[in-house]
């Protein structure tokens, strides 16, 4: 029996206008759901802090249940929410396999966090017991992009549930299904009590009211950083704390005792995975001058290479880009490369929604598609002459994300890592990585620091809170 039926699929009622949900490759209506009003969010924040409290009460290992089965469950459906994965957001398949596998393992991860929330035992200069205890924050709002839509809902749902909170999702609607509807049917399948998981697909007035309803304390938005900075802002007006996942422009930095044989393949799917539109992304490829020209002709022929289409039909490396107004954004950014100075090697053409996996030389400082987020299949190639000359460049983004290093001496790549600040690094691998395990965060215009993996969800969806104890009622002098 399928988990996502179109004909009910939308749990809640909402009032705001139709939309169509449409697959990228074709322009085919997928179904057709409602957006939420600001009301509605107002509605749903209500009934959410309605219920919080007694699902905070439940016993962790109730709560861990749920979230063991809602895995169970994303594996057992995996072939059903693989093909909304492919349809819906233009994944490949395999990168629809991925992001399922990371929904259960964020699930089981979670389940595990039900009974973490310990505290301690403080010394007193009063005779009393005196001691900390992490407590659910209440309700959490998540808002959630179209890129990686269901592991970029479920690593903020699932570890907030965990821990005794109730969820307003707020999913782009373009990926309304594989990002939010499908969270749904997953959790109500697996025994979540009603109104704790309230999913909202709608446009920016609706995030707005999220931010704003004094009912959802804790905001978790992934996106861009524009975006991101005015959830910041609404956030800090409204006293609560936002989590900030945001844009990226991260360097591989080739060192020129690099195997580059091995590393082209690296490279290309750090630039070309799910057609660049990931956070992590390699956008820009610092390679030292020894190896400069023949990194440029290899990863222009591997570009080349791979092919483009229709990744439900076809057996394809990369999909479509999401939508025209993303695409229009990718194309001038390369045009006004070019424009500037930048030689394409590869790529920069496009037939309807599918680009050409694009490789970029002669670029620098000012080159648009270097300085930027292009958020598509677009990798920019720069030299460097020197380790500090790599340093400095990698460490000239605004952004902060994720960094690569490729390097035969790994104490070398880590030596090179700690001058150059990003919230996350790997040596000998290209940047785009992912566990449910492991924390999760940039730095500076990339966002505010890890808040996904173990001790980071506790910070993220608990608040601390002093207790004490006494025997009998305290005596003050007056």
């Known amino acids: 029996m399928p988990l996502l039926d179109t004909r009910t699929w939308q749990p809640q009622t909402l009032t705001g206008p139709g939309y169509t949900v449409t697959e ?10 409602a957006l939420a009003t600001p009301e509605d969010v107002g509605t749903a924040a209500g009934r959410a802090a309605a219920a919080q409290p007694e699902w905070a009460r439940t016993p962790h ?3 861990a249940a749920v979230l063991r089965r809602a895995g169970d469950l994303f594996t057992a459906h995996a072939a059903e929410l693989r093909e909304w994965l492919v349809r819906e957001s233009g994944s490949v398949p395999g990168k629809a396999d991925f992001e399922l596998h990371v929904a259960a393992q964020e699930c089981y991860e979670a389940a595990a966090l039900a009974s973490r929330p310990a505290g301690q035992v403080l010394p007193s200069e009063a005779p009393r017991l005196s ?21 970029l ?17 707020k999913p782009d609607p373009r990926t309304a299904v594989c990002g939010g509807l499908s969270l749904a049917a997953v959790f109500a399948a697996a025994g979540l009590p009603q109104d704790l998981l309230h999913v909202l697909p709608g446009g920016p007035d609706a995030g707005q009211a999220l931010v704003a309803d004094p009912r959802v304390p804790v905001i978790s938005f992934t996106g861009s950083t524009p975006a991101g900075r005015a959830v910041g802002e609404a956030a800090g007006r409204h006293l609560k704390r936002a989590h900030l996942e945001l844009g990226g422009n991260s360097a591989m930095i080739v060192l020129p ?3 580059l044989d091995a590393v082209i393949s690296t490279a290309a799917w750090g630039s070309f995975f799910h057609q660049g539109q990931i956070c992590m992304t390699t956008g820009r490829h610092l390679v030292h001058a020894s190896l400069y020209d023949e990194y440029v002709e290899r990863l222009a022929a591997k570009a080349e290479s791979l092919a483009v289409g229709d990744p439900y039909r076809e057996q394809v490396h990369l999909g479509p880009i999401i939508d025209s107004g993303q695409l229009a954004k990718i194309n001038g950014l390369v045009e006004s490369s070019t424009a500037s100075g930048a030689k394409i090697a590869a790529g920069g053409t496009y037939d309807r929604l599918y680009y050409r996996p694009t490789v970029l030389a002669q670029v620098g400082d000012h080159t648009p598609a270097y300085a930027e987020e292009v958020f598509g299949p677009v990798a920019p190639v720069r030299s460097f002459d020197t380790a500090d000359e790599a340093a400095a460049l990698a460490a000239q983004s605004p952004y902060g994300l994720s960094l690569g290093i490729v390097t035969r001496d790994t104490a070398r790549g880590l030596d090179l890592a700690e001058r150059i600040p990003t919230g996350i690094v790997h040596i000998n691998d290209q940047t785009v990585n992912d566990e449910a395990v492991a924390p ?15 001790e980071a969800n506790l910070e993220a969806f608990t608040e601390l809170r002093w207790t004490t104890v006494r025997g009998d009622v305290a005596p003050y002098p007056f």
């Open 153 to 169: 809902s479920i690593r903020s749902v699932a570890p907030a549930l965990a821990l005794g909170n109730a969820v307003v999702l």
């Open 24 to 33: 990228p490759a074709t322009g085919q209506a997928l179904g057709t759901l």
């Open 440 to 454: 999760f965060g940039g730095v500076a215009a990339s966002g505010t620091g890890a808040r996904f993996g173990g």
């Open 131 to 151: 001691y900390t205890r992490r407590v659910p924050a209440g309700v959490v709002g998540v808002i959630s992009p179209f890129n990686a839509p269901l592991i």
């Open 61 to 63: 290992f109730a709560r």
């Open 257 to 259: 005792d690099a195997d």
